[in-house]
């Protein structure tokens, strides 16, 4: 074996970003990944002239100036800006909640008459602070907008009741009195021009870095354990420690692709099926991702059905509610206790992360591991 500082385990954003860092402090890594490809699941690939994100939505977007001068180095970002319409039994609505919302809703024009609105219909909770994902969002927006636009969707994509879930979901959400369809508040927005699988191999190509593919972490975890000073894991925390303390809870996705012959499907990137009855969440057109590219006469769409979750299935979502959000916590002391592994990614720190957060997570490590200076 080479004389390796690091074994990172995934070779995802949070691996990737660490390799390269490393990498570029003269240390030696090997990184290993279950599957037969890198870059997890922002992997994108080309069909037809147009990157199609396999494993759903992925758009870019932060506030943080420093991320996002990161990732220009491995790709040029289009001008994309996210703007998703939600279809509720066939009526169209803007996304996020915003006056074009709050118009169609109600036929109110102005920010005063749609506050008004609001106001009078978050009367339904009365003085309580809000508990849970429902209440929420109710007191951000009304009981019109929440059956209409979040209750069924929130119901699909979770699996449970919007009162067995936690208020942070529906906050990642913009609530805005003014005229902007921009799903985002992040300052800097795009999508990569030919794809998010380039910017993983850019991480990933210093000669420091050795990668392996179809490599089962679990199947020589002691070896792993053994042989190497230190170990990146992205994997899930609860596997890596065998479930000892009991099974976090993932949301799983089923993703149904096809080509269709038109030009153009359904005029936007995203729409959201926001009914209880639609077995979809949502269906994205690749092609809207970017402007121009692909053939006139053809698309490309993916239908993306929330799935239940066993141990086994690939993990898309961690489930925050308090159960597993305090199991976490237990499981991060056992990690604590770990000299040589450290945990990281939205499987690992079990978090709901986008990928600038994961980006920053991973330089946060990089921070810890290397000092601020670098060394
Ligand atoms: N959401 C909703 N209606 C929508 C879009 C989102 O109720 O049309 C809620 C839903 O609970 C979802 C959450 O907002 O899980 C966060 O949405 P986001 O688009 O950030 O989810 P992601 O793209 O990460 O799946």
């Known amino acids: 074996m080479a004389n390796y500082d690091y074994l990172v385990v995934g070779a995802g954003l949070f691996g990737a970003t660490f390799a390269y860092e490393a990498a570029k402090r003269g240390k030696r890594v090997k990184v290993i990944e279950k599957d037969n490809r890198i870059s997890g699941h922002i992997y994108t690939e080309e069909k037809d002239g147009i990157q199609v994100h396999k494993f759903g939505a992925h758009i870019f977007h932060t506030s943080n100036k420093k991320v996002w001068q990161f990732v220009q180095q491995f790709a040029e970002f289009n001008r994309y800006t996210n703007s998703p319409i939600a279809n509720y039994k066939g009526e169209l609505y803007n996304l996020p909640f915003n006056m074009n919302t709050f118009n169609k809703m109600w036929g109110v024009v102005t920010p005063e008459q749609a506050k008004a609105k609001i106001d009078q219909q978050r009367q339904v909770l009365g003085d309580k602070r809000p508990q849970n994902l429902e209440e929420q969002a109710i007191s951000l927006i009304g009981t019109d907008v929440y059956q209409k636009l979040i209750k069924g969707y929130t119901e699909k994509q979770w699996g449970r009741k919007a009162t067995d879930l936690p208020a942070f979901i529906i906050r990642r959400l913009p609530v805005r009195y003014i005229y902007d369809n921009n799903y985002f508040n992040d300052p800097y927005q795009g999508i990569p021009i030919g794809g998010y699988t380039q910017i993983v191999e850019q991480l990933l190509k210093s000669p420091l870095i050795d990668i392996e593919l179809n490599t089962d972490f679990?199947?020589?975890?002691?070896?792993?354990?053994?042989?190497?000073?230190?170990?990146?894991?992205?994997?899930?925390?609860?596997?890596?420690?065998?479930?000892?303390?009991?099974?976090?809870?993932?949301?799983?996705?089923?993703?149904?692709?096809?080509?269709?012959?038109?030009?153009?499907?359904?005029?936007?990137?995203?729409?959201?099926?926001?009914?209880?009855?639609?077995?979809?969440?949502?269906?994205?057109?690749?092609?809207?991702?970017?402007?121009?590219?692909?053939?006139?006469?053809?698309?490309?769409?993916?239908?993306?059905?929330?799935?239940?979750?066993?141990?086994?299935?690939?993990?898309?979502?961690?489930?925050?509610?308090?159960?597993?959000?305090?199991?976490?916590?237990?499981?991060?002391?056992l990690a604590a206790q770990q000299s040589k592994v450290v945990f990281g990614g939205r499987l690992g720190q079990y978090k709901y992360y986008n990928m600038d957060q994961v980006i920053d997570a991973a330089e946060k490590l990089v921070a810890r591991e290397f000092g601020k200076t670098g060394e």
């Open 218 to 333: 679990f199947a020589n975890k002691d070896h792993y354990l053994a042989d190497y000073p230190r170990i990146i894991f992205t994997g899930m925390i609860d596997q890596y420690f065998d479930y000892q303390l009991g099974e976090l809870e993932y949301r799983g996705l089923r993703f149904e692709e096809e080509e269709l012959p038109v030009g153009n499907y359904q005029g936007n990137a995203v729409v959201n099926y926001t009914d209880a009855e639609t077995p979809y969440t949502r269906i994205i057109e690749h092609k809207h991702f970017d402007f121009g590219k692909g053939d006139k006469n053809k698309t490309i769409i993916t239908r993306e059905y929330p799935q239940t979750w066993h141990r086994g299935d690939e993990p898309y979502y961690p489930v925050n509610d308090k159960r597993n959000n305090s199991l976490f916590k237990r499981y991060r002391e």
